[in-house]
């Protein structure tokens, strides 16, 4: 090597060990300057090989034989596996015995070496690379699955708590139930026992009249009813109930609440699978193969079974492509590893013979009947849909148990595609049952949809009696079922339990009991979600306001007189016979439920040479004609079918969601009037806010698109962003105690606290941020703004203001919006708690012991009320103030002064106290609750 380029040293000549080498023997194996290249070649040797340096190597160096130290060995002895000379070969020792030659080996052995080198570094390696990534992301997740874990736990501790006040309430509600039941009998009782009495005195006082009378009639008439007055009325005990408090072992209560699984490792065996380059059959045949089975699969694609068993798959230039070797004893396959079979018999195929040429000649023979199959007969089907990805693993065994039908199933869920391949009528009966578990998929994946908002706002579960009185949750299809049937004001509803045991649930009692034993009773709550409140009575029944019933009227067309078979000559298909016609019949409920359009277009399927027969009466479809013609007509009867079925599902969760959550928007030009959205409009905007979407946009009937913005409740049509309408969205749920402000980011019911930064693009953010800085003389610049959204503070600001309103005159300015300043260690606290007028003092009480808050941001933003982080970032809350009446305060004030008036029982305070009554630009307030911190802004 060349010392300018290497830092190891040149080549030096093996003879003269000082020049450098330009030459190189490559027989010898020694390097050699020119000086030396005569002395080397004098030697008494003849098979000397001088060569330039870098063209050394090119002929072997085989190793020298141990037994004739000058002869080299050329040959390996397979026998005595060892390496041999020319002399070696001719000795006794290695007579008889096998050899190969270490040329041939060495070239073997060469390619062998390469393509392991090549291997390793394309397939091999990059695997184990993919193994370290993945290692080192579950090492890098680990702590936040953890943190997943530590909050499931913590759900479930709030969920038992829940639960708990739930049974207790619940046994409350019993115990009223039982107290009026005990009142009932007991006046029920007394009730008869003083009917009794007045008959008695009734009695006595006829008897002393006739006493006193001289009537002979009526004392002749007399009859005692002394006897029937004798027997007493039985006593009655009605015995109070008794609570008896169960014990609980720690370790039952432990088991209650649940468990974590120990860790479990297991090792997957992975197997490594060489890439193999596609091979030429002429690679691998130098003679005709005969074959015994040939399917054509398409234009492109041939699939052969030859003598040992082999399916080899080709091209159209003869390429081979794969080759699947079946396991012993197994059926054969084919390129797709699935079985053949077929409806029709194939010929014998042991005479054909496979030609490799440039192309693959049509087959020119004639049908004879249904004897042999033809490229013709074989159909493939593929469909294409997204609701494929979602399939579920039966979902997906259920369509791939169609091979056992002789048709090739290939499921492919990441690109959401299945084919189908395989004999006409069989890839038809085939598709029917795609189609079905496609259909199911929708239904499930819908049903799941509508059950997410219904699952946030309403729960139904039923009391365990035999698991101590425990509240059990209904799964979400059936709490699903429940709601609808509650809303529609069914009587009762049954469904199927896990192990397939039927229930009925009362809904007239909120009973539920197993459908064979109608003693085994339990009871069964709705409550909502956003209060934790049960929409039931002392009695258990539930509130529910009228609702007007669909008219379920059907009508029923005929088309036709009759269905008759055609009968004639299809020239391009062949003779039709009558085996070649197919009748295909769809029973479906929703066939009754088809609008006028979507069943035209099932008629229209007449023009495909199809005979349509519609039945909406009965929820029947018929189709007749011939095989592929009926195929095709039932690809579509299915599409129509399954957007009928999504269209009813989307309506009835429409109408379930518009019994929980109405959506209305302001009418400016209409009295400023609320006007509610269409149904299918008010499911899109619920979902779009459960999905926590900024925006979303819809269609009015005249198909003028409008623009709903989620972040600050306003609509205004695409074409007209400044004509702006608000929109309000309010829960008709009965008792929902808090309704969240249109500005606010979704919350779910039980989620009392979220912190939510606002995009510096949104006009909320520009707003705040123009407020702070016209309020302030030094040029700050704003950080970040971030929205204070607390359920319980606001609830409880609300509630004070409602009372200051009532309380003070209709002029005075109850709230205003001031400025507080404060440091980064309290911030979560105040998020959470609100103002604390316990911290008070920090930065000066001269007007009392109070909550300060200044009119002016640029005095609350001073480093002595804002002081900097570690950042050098300040922090202050633009915050909404229940001021009221104020007056001037004082230091060492508690409270606010009394109003001049409140005396006796008129006794009121000021709500506030101010630095100058005048011109305030100091509020004090002494009420926690009359703060609420709307935002929080940091700024430098």
Request: aromatic share 8%; hydrophobic share 30%; proline share 3%.
């Given at each position: 090597m060349d010392p300018k380029y290497s830092a190891q040293d040149v080549a030096r000549c093996d003879l003269c060990k000082i020049a450098i080498a330009q030459?190189?023997?490559?027989?010898?194996?020694?390097?050699?300057?020119?000086?030396?290249?005569?002395?080397?070649?004098?030697?008494?040797?003849?098979?000397?090989?001088?060569?330039?340096?870098?063209?050394?190597?090119?002929?072997?160096?085989?190793?020298?034989?141990?037994?004739?130290?000058?002869?080299?060995?050329?040959?390996?002895?397979?026998?005595?596996?060892?390496?041999?000379?020319?002399?070696?070969?001719?000795?006794?020792?290695?007579?008889?015995?096998?050899?190969?030659?270490?040329?041939?080996?060495?070239?073997?052995?060469?390619?062998?070496?390469?393509?392991?080198?090549?291997?390793?570094?394309?397939?091999?390696?990059?695997?184990?690379?993919?193994?370290?990534?993945?290692?080192?992301?579950?090492?890098?997740?680990?702590?936040?699955?953890?943190?997943?874990?530590?909050?499931e736990m913590s759900k479930q501790r709030e969920e038992i708590h829940r639960e708990v006040d739930n049974a207790f309430?619940?046994?409350?509600?019993?115990?009223?139930?039982?107290?009026?039941?005990?009142?009932?009998?007991?006046?029920?009782?007394?009730?008869?026992?003083?009917?009794?009495?007045?008959?008695?005195?009734?009695t006595l006082k006829a008897l002393n009249e006739i006493e006193e009378s001289n009537e002979v009639?009526?004392?002749?008439?007399?009859?005692?009813?002394?006897?029937?007055?004798?027997?007493?009325?039985?006593?009655?005990?009605?015995?109070?109930?008794?609570?008896?408090?169960?014990?609980?072992?720690?370790?039952?209560?432990?088991?209650?609440?649940?468990?974590?699984?120990?860790?479990?490792?297991?090792?997957?065996?992975?197997?490594?699978?060489?890439?193999?380059?596609?091979?030429?059959?002429?690679?691998?045949?130098?003679?005709?193969?005969?074959?015994?089975?040939?399917?054509?699969?398409?234009?492109e694609e041939i699939s052969t079974i030859g003598e040992n068993a082999d399916i080899e798959y080709f091209n159209t230039q003869g390429a081979r492509q794969k080759i699947i070797k079946p396991k012993s004893g197994k059926e054969h396959v084919d390129v797709?590893?699935?079985?053949?079979?077929?409806?029709?018999?194939?010929?014998?195929?042991?005479?054909?013979?496979?030609?490799?040429?440039?192309?693959?000649?049509?087959?020119?023979?004639?049908?004879?009947?249904?004897?042999?199959?033809?490229?013709?007969?074989?159909?493939?089907?593929?469909?294409k849909e997204s609701i494929i990805k979602s399939l579920t693993s039966s979902q997906e065994m259920e369509i791939i148990r169609l091979r056992q039908n002789g048709v090739d199933v290939s499921v492919e869920k990441r690109v959401g595609q299945i084919r189908l391949h395989g004999l006409l009528e069989d890839v038809m009966i085939a598709s029917g049952k795609v189609y079905k578990v496609i259909r199911d998929a929708e239904k499930n994946l819908q049903e799941k949809q509508a059950a997410e908002p219904l699952a946030s706002m309403v729960e139904w579960c039923f009391l365990e009696t035999t698991n101590s009185n425990d509240l059990t949750k209904y799964p979400p299809n059936i709490s699903m079922q429940l709601e609808k049937a509650f809303v529609?004001?069914?009587?009762?509803?049954?469904?199927?339990?896990?192990?397939?045991?039927?229930?009925?649930?009362?809904?007239?009692?909120?009973?539920?009991?197993?459908?064979?034993?109608?003693?085994?009773?339990?009871?069964?709550?709705?409550?909502?979600?956003?209060?934790?409140?049960?929409?039931?009575?002392?009695?258990?029944?539930?509130?529910?306001?009228s609702r007007p019933i669909r008219d379920m009227s059907s009508v029923t067309l005929s088309y036709g007189k009759s269905i008759q078979p055609i009968n004639k000559t299809n020239q391009g298909k062949g003779d039709c016979l009558e085996s070649d016609f197919k009748t295909k019949i769809f029973k479906e409920s929703i066939i009754k439920s088809l609008t006028p359009s979507q069943e035209m277009e099932i008629i229209r399927l007449r023009e495909n040479g199809v005979d349509v027969l519609v039945e909406k009466r009965v929820g029947q479809i018929q189709l007749h004609g011939l095989l592929e013609d009926v195929m095709n007509a039932s690809d579509q009867v299915y599409k129509v079918i399954r957007h009928a079925e999504k269209n009813r599902q989307?309506?009835?969760?429409?109408?379930?969601?518009?019994?929980?959550?109405e959506w209305c928007f302001l009418d400016n030009t209409c009295s400023n009037d609320l006007i509610k959205y269409p149904p299918d409009i008010n499911l899109q905007l619920e979902k779009a806010l459960r999905f926590q979407e900024s925006r979303t946009s819809f269609l009015d009937a005249q198909g003028k698109r409008y623009i709903v913005d989620l972040t600050t409740y306003e609509e205004y049509p695409e074409d007209d962003i400044s004509d702006i309408v608000k929109v309000i969205r309010r829960s008709k749920l009965n008792g929902s105690g808090f309704e969240q402000p249109p500005t606010w980011t979704y919350m779910e019911p039980n989620e009392n606290i979220s912190v939510v930064p606002l995009l510096q693009s949104s006009q909320e953010f520009k707003a705040v941020q123009d407020d702070f800085l016209q309020n302030t003389e030094a040029s700050f610049k704003v950080v970040k703004i971030e929205r204070i959204q607390n359920r319980k503070l606001l609830q409880r600001y609300d509630a004070k203001l409602q009372l200051l309103k009532k309380q003070n005159p209709s002029e005075c300015t109850n709230e205003r919006k001031l400025?507080?300043?404060?440091?980064?260690?309290?911030?979560?606290?105040?998020?959470?708690?609100?103002?604390?007028?316990?911290?008070?003092?920090?930065?000066?009480?001269?007007?009392?012991?109070?909550?300060?808050?200044?009119?002016?941001?640029?005095?609350s933003a001073r480093d002595t009320y804002s002081p900097r982080d570690f950042n050098g970032q300040k922090r202050i809350y633009q915050c909404r103030v229940l001021t009221g009446e104020f007056c001037r305060g004082l230091r060492g004030m508690m409270v606010p002064p009394i109003k001049p008036q409140g005396t006796g029982a008129n006794y009121i305070l000021y709500d506030s106290v101010v630095d100058n009554v005048s011109n305030p630009g100091i509020f004090v307030i002494f009420n926690d609750a009359q703060a609420y911190p709307e935002y929080l802004i940091t700024f430098q």
């Open positions: 030459s190189y023997c490559d027989f010898c194996h020694v390097n050699l300057c020119r000086s030396c290249i005569g002395e080397h070649i004098s030697e008494e040797y003849d098979k000397h090989k001088i060569v330039p340096i870098l063209q050394r190597k090119s002929t072997l160096n085989y190793p020298k034989c141990e037994i004739h130290q000058n002869e080299v060995c050329q040959y390996q002895c397979k026998d005595c596996n060892i390496f041999v000379c020319t002399h070696c070969l001719a000795s006794k020792q290695h007579k008889e015995h096998e050899f190969l030659k270490l040329e041939e080996s060495f070239s073997a052995k060469k390619k062998h070496i390469l393509k392991d080198t090549e291997e390793l570094t394309e397939q091999i390696l990059p695997i184990y690379e993919e193994i370290v990534i993945d290692l080192e992301n579950q090492i890098s997740n680990l702590d936040g699955e953890y943190k997943k874990l530590t909050s309430d619940q046994m409350e509600l019993e115990i009223v139930e039982i107290n009026v039941k005990h009142h009932s009998i007991l006046q029920k009782h007394l009730e008869e026992i003083k009917q009794l009495q007045s008959l008695m005195q009734q009639t009526s004392i002749i008439h007399y009859s005692s009813k002394n006897e029937q007055f004798s027997k007493l009325p039985p006593k009655v005990h009605v015995s109070m109930p008794k609570f008896i408090p169960k014990q609980r072992e720690k370790e039952q209560l432990c088991s209650l609440i649940g468990k974590l699984t120990p860790l479990s490792t297991t090792l997957e065996e992975r197997v490594f699978t060489a890439k193999k380059p596609n091979t030429s059959a002429r690679e691998q045949l130098d003679v005709s193969e005969v074959l015994r089975v040939v399917t054509c699969l398409n234009e797709w590893g699935k079985a053949h079979r077929s409806s029709r018999p194939i010929r014998d195929m042991s005479s054909v013979t496979l030609s490799y040429g440039k192309s693959i000649q049509p087959i020119n023979k004639t049908n004879q009947g249904k004897g042999d199959c033809l490229e013709s007969d074989f159909k493939t089907k593929i469909f529609n004001q069914e009587t009762r509803v049954s469904f199927l339990d896990a192990q397939g045991k039927k229930y009925i649930v009362d809904l007239t009692t909120f009973e539920e009991y197993p459908e064979d034993d109608t003693r085994d009773i339990v009871k069964v709550i709705r409550r909502s979600k956003l209060d934790g409140k049960e929409h039931v009575d002392v009695w258990g029944k539930a509130h529910r306001s989307e309506e009835q969760a429409a109408e379930l969601t518009v019994s929980m959550v400025w507080l300043g404060t440091c980064n260690e309290v911030v979560p606290n105040i998020n959470t708690y609100g103002f604390n007028r316990s911290y008070c003092g920090k930065n000066g009480i001269i007007f009392g012991n109070g909550v300060y808050f200044a009119i002016n941001a640029g005095f």
